[in-house]
């Protein structure tokens, strides 16, 4: 099985700290996602990626940035975390293709910013 | 992408079938239907998809209608591990361009023993 981890099922940061999530696939996934999860507004995709080294924003990307050094981390960035990027984040990864919208999960990290 | 509309809740008994329905009217010919769950305080988790033909496989049943406008996601023998939201999201696969679904609300399914 597919398996996605994520670093931290919960984090706790100040505000205007950096703050850096991780996510390591063991599949040799061609993609991977960053989402938020927040109640009432369902899953919003925050950013991508198809290739090491490459990125691309989603519907959300405002105050994120992320990094793909290697095929099976993807790093979620928060420059300077504010008090509304408290959230659940789940990473996702898919194989490529034709196979990309069978996503496989994290557990995810339910960030709080204080 | 095709807009769905799902049940907000429903019910069912352990050991009993469990039927979610999913409507996507406006479903073109290319757009295939997924469905995914969430289990509480868990990622979402793909259960199957399909296009027009009925697919089955170890979690799951899909039944797509011949007009394809609506379907039926059939777990056999619903147990209460199966509580859990249910997402349906129809999206036309693009190759290498894919993987940006739209989770809407679901339906939270809630097997009582």
């Known amino acids: 099985d597919v398996k996605v981890t994520q670093s931290s099922r919960y984090l706790v940061k100040r505000t205007g700290e950096k703050v850096f999530l991780e996510c390591v696939q063991d599949?040799?996934?061609?993609?991977m996602f960053w989402y938020r999860q927040d109640p009432g507004l369902g899953l919003r995709l925050i950013y991508f990626?198809?290739?090491?080294?490459?990125?691309e924003k989603g519907d959300i990307p405002e105050g994120y940035s992320v990094s793909r050094e290697k095929k099976e981390r993807f790093s979620l960035i928060l420059e300077s975390a504010s008090t509304n990027q408290t959230s659940m984040y789940l990473c996702?990864?898919?194989?490529?293709?034709?196979?990309?919208?069978?996503?496989?999960f994290g557990s995810g990290t339910q960030l709080s910013v204080l | 992408d095709a807009k769905t509309t799902q049940p907000t809740s429903m019910d069912c008994a352990e050991g009993r079938a469990a039927n979610l329905p999913c409507n996507h009217s406006?479903?073109?010919?290319?757009?295939?239907v997924y469905w995914y769950r969430q289990i509480h305080s868990q990622g979402p988790q793909y259960i199957i998809h399909?296009?027009?033909n009925n697919e089955t496989n170890e979690m799951a049943s899909l039944i797509i209608t011949e007009d394809r406008k609506s379907s039926t996601l059939i777990l056999p023998h619903a147990t209460l591990r199966d509580t859990a939201v249910y997402y349906c999201?129809?999206?036309?696969?693009?190759?290498?361009?894919?993987?940006?679904?739209?989770f809407g609300q679901g339906t939270e399914l809630s097997v009582k023993p």
């Open positions: 990626s198809y290739d090491v080294k490459m990125k």
């Open positions: 599949m040799d996934h061609e993609n």
């Open positions: 996702a990864s898919s194989l490529g293709g034709m196979s990309n919208e069978k996503l496989f």
């Open positions: 399909g296009l027009k």
């Open positions: 406006t479903i073109s010919g290319n757009e295939y």
């Open positions: 999201i129809v999206r036309h696969p693009i190759y290498n361009q894919g993987g940006k679904l739209i």
